[in-house]
């Protein structure tokens, strides 16, 4: 009997440890599938593309008014 309190005890203290390490990175909502089921980051945008979305975003701007 005394073995399976020395095993709980343990297990709790290295359940304890384990969330206290992670923080608030642990994902607990379960399998995700579709959309949702994002396995590496984006890829950063290329800089040709950004600089064009930043110019067009002013003279989107000035047309609007």
Request: proline share 6%; net charge negative.
């Amino acid at each position: 009997m005394w073995k399976l309190v020395v095993g709980f005890v343990l297990f709790a203290a290295l359940s304890l440890f384990v969330i206290m390490k992670a923080g608030d990175k642990v994902d607990m909502s379960g399998e995700k599938h579709g959309a949702d089921a994002v396995h590496a980051p984006e890829a950063p945008a290329s800089a040709p593309a950004a600089a064009a979305s930043a110019a067009a975003a002013p003279a989107s701007a000035a047309s609007a008014q």
